[in-house]
C-alpha cells in the first residue's frame, strides 16, 4: 500500500509554523520513482548533552531542528521537492565536555513527474527512531592506517569468525600475514594511512586496526591516535561496528572484570588493569578501564581492549606522512570556487597527493595530502573538499587551516566572511552559504566573534 504524497506531506507540515508551510519536507520513505539529479549531504552536529536529555526525539533536539530546518529552507529554494532522511543518530563516542555529536545524513531529490507517491520502505535510517535515554559509556577505538594506493572497488567481507585468541588470531587475521591476506579476511579498510617510517595501519570500522611493515605486526584496538574529526569520518562498519569481539571466543567487549576472570583462566597480570598471555613467539594483551555507569561509588572494571602482536611489541610512535605543502597549496587553489567554472576533476588530485585514505561505503573516497585536507572523489569528479583540524590527536606539525584558507581565497575571521559573502548565513558557530554551483559550511569552536575555524566544507554541484 502506497502513501499518498499529498495527505503525508500535510500530515509532515501540520506541526510546523505557518510560514514553513511551502518549504520542502523531510520525509522518512523511499519515493517511488526519483529524478537521477540528488544532492546529497552529510554531516555532524555538536549537540549539547543538556538538550539530549530534554528531548524524547532527535529531530526535535534544537541543534537538530534547526539544522533540519536549513536544509528544508535550501532544498525549497533549489526547486527539490522533498528531503530523505537516510540517518540520524547519536554518535557512539562521547565527546569531551558538555557536547555530543549527533550524525545527519539526507539526499535532495525530485518526484519523477506524474508519479509524487511514497513507498512503503523506510530508508536505511538506523537510529531514527531510537529510544533517547542516557548517554553511553564512551567506548572509542582509534589508529592509523595505511593499504594500497590503488582505487578498487569497495569490498565488505564477513570475517571467519570473531574469536580473538594465540591460536586464532584476532577474528582470523594473525601476526606475518600479507596486506592481502588481511583484506580477503576483512574486506577493503574503512582507513588507510601511510606513517612516516614506512609501516602502515589499516583500519576496520572504529574499533580495529592492523600494522603491517610490511608484514602484520599488531591487531590492536586503540582510542588515543585519532582526533574526532578523524573518527567521525570514518563510515560505520557493520561487520566490525556492530559485532562484537570475543576474547578466546568467551568473553565480549565490554565484559566486566570479575566475570571475565572466572571465564578466561589464567594470564599473567601486568597491572591490574592489563592482562597477559604467551604463545611461542606471540603475545595478546586484553585491557580493561574503570568506568562509572550508574554514578555509583564503586567504578566497575570493563573489557574495552586487546593487542594481538609478535614478540617484541611495537608501540605505534611515526607521525603520518604528509605531501609537500607547495604541491598541496597549488591543488587548493585549483579548486578555489572563485576560479572554478566546472565540477572539478579527479584528476586535479595527482597521485603524489593521495596519501592518505578513508573509505565509505558505495566508493566513496576521502584522500588526505595532509592530516588537514580532506577530498572526496566520486567516480571522476571531486565532489568535496574538507578543511579541518588535525585528524590525529596530538599533531607535531604547525596548524595548515590558515594557508589553506588562503589557497581558498576565504577569511578565517568571522568578520572577514560576512565582507566577502554578504550572503552568507551566520548562525554563531555556523556559517553557510548555498549558490547553484557549490555550498560552503563553515563550522567554529563557539558563538564568540574571535572563535577560530575548527571546519570548512565545500559541496561542489556544477551542472554537467
Known amino acids: 500500500m502506497h502513501c499518498c504524497w499529498t495527505l503525508l506531506t500535510l500530515l509532515l507540515l501540520s506541526s510546523l509554523p505557518l510560514q514553513a508551510e511551502s518549504l520542502a519536507p523531510i520525509v522518512e520513505f523511499l519515493p517511488e520513482c526519483k529524478q537521477e539529479e540528488v544532492i546529497p549531504l552529510k554531516t555532524t552536529l555538536r549537540v549539547r548533552n543538556s538538550n539530549l536529555l530534554r528531548f524524547s526525539q532527535l529531530r526535535d533536539v534544537p541543534e537538530v531542528a534547526r539544522y533540519l530546518q536549513q536544509i528544508r529552507e535550501n532544498a525549497s529554494a533549489r526547486r527539490f521537492d522533498a528531503v530523505l532522511l537516510q540517518q540520524l543518530k547519536q554518535s557512539e563516542f562521547k565527546a569531551p565536555g558538555s557536547n555530543s555529536e549527533v550524525h545527519v545524513q539526507l539526499e535532495m531529490f525530485r518526484f519523477c513527474d506524474g508519479n509524487d507517491a511514497l513507498s512503503d520502505t523506510s530508508s536505511e535510517t538506523g537510529g531514527i527512531r531510537q529510544n533517547m535515554g542516557t548517554l553511553e559509556i564512551k567506548t572509542s577505538v582509534n589508529t592509523v592506517v595505511a593499504f594500497a594506493r590503488a582505487e578498487s572497488e569497495y569490498k565488505v567481507v564477513v570475517p ?3 574469536h580473538v585468541s594465540l591460536t586464532e588470531g584476532a577474528m582470523g587475521v594473525k601476526p606475518k600475514m600479507t596486506a592481502g591476506q588481511v583484506q580477503a579476511l576483512w574486506g577493503t579498510p574503512s582507513a588507510d594511512l601511510m606513517l612516516q617510517d614506512g609501516s602502515r595501519l589499516l583500519g576496520y570500522g572504529r574499533r580495529l586496526w592492523v600494522l603491517l611493515d610490511p ?14 574529526v578523524g573518527r567521525n569520518l570514518l563510515e560505520f ?9 570475543l576474547i578466546d ?5 565490554k565484559q566486566d572484570m570479575v566475570r571475565a576472570g572466572l571465564q578466561l583462566g589464567s594470564w599473567q597480570k601486568k597491572s591490574a588493569l592489563l592482562w597477559r598471555r604467551q604463545l611461542g613467539t606471540q603475545q595478546l594483551s586484553v585491557k580493561f578501564e574503570q568506568f ?8 566497575t572494571a570493563l573489557l574495552t581492549g586487546f593487542r594481538l602482536s609478535a614478540q617484541p611489541d611495537p608501540v605505534v610512535k611515526s607521525p603520518l606522512q604528509q605531501a609537500v605543502l607547495t604541491d598541496v597549496l597549488t591543488f587548493v587553489e585549483s579548486v578555489n570556487v572563485r576560479n572554478l567554472r566546472q565540477q572539478p576533476l579527479a584528476s586535479q588530485l595527482l597521485p603524489n597527493l ?4 578513508l573509505a565509505q561505503r558505495r566508493n566513496l573516497i576521502w584522500w588526505m595530502p595532509t592530516t588537514q585536507l580532506h577530498v572526496l572523489i566520486n567516480k571522476d569528479n571531486i565532489s568535496r573538499l574538507k578543511v579541518t583540524t588535525p585528524i590525529v590527536r596530538n599533531p607535531r606539525e604547525p596548524d595548515q587551516i590558515p594557508q589553506l584558507l588562503k589557497a581558498l581565497q576565504i577569511p578565517v575571521s568571522k568578520a572577514g566572511l560576512r565582507l566577502a559573502f554578504p550572503d552568507m548565513q551566520d548562525y554563531g558557530d555556523r556559517f553557510q552559504l548555498y549558490r547553484d554551483d557549490f555550498d560552503i559550511v563553515i563550522e567554529f569552536a563557539s558563538d564568540e566573534e574571535q572563535a577560530p575555524i575548527e571546519l570548512l566544507e565545500i559541496i561542489y554541484h556544477y551542472a554537467h
Open 160 to 162: 571467519p569468525h570473531m
Open 215 to 228: 608484514l602484520v605486526k599488531v591487531v590492536f584496538t586503540d582510542s588515543e591516535i585519532l582526533s574526532g
Open 237 to 245: 562498519h557493520p561487520e566490525f561496528d556492530e559485532k562484537l569481539w
Open 249 to 253: 571466543g568467551k568473553v565480549p567487549y
Open 292 to 299: 562509572n555507569p550508574e554514578s555509583v561509588d564503586k567504578n
Open 354 to 357: 593521495r596519501v592518505h585514505q
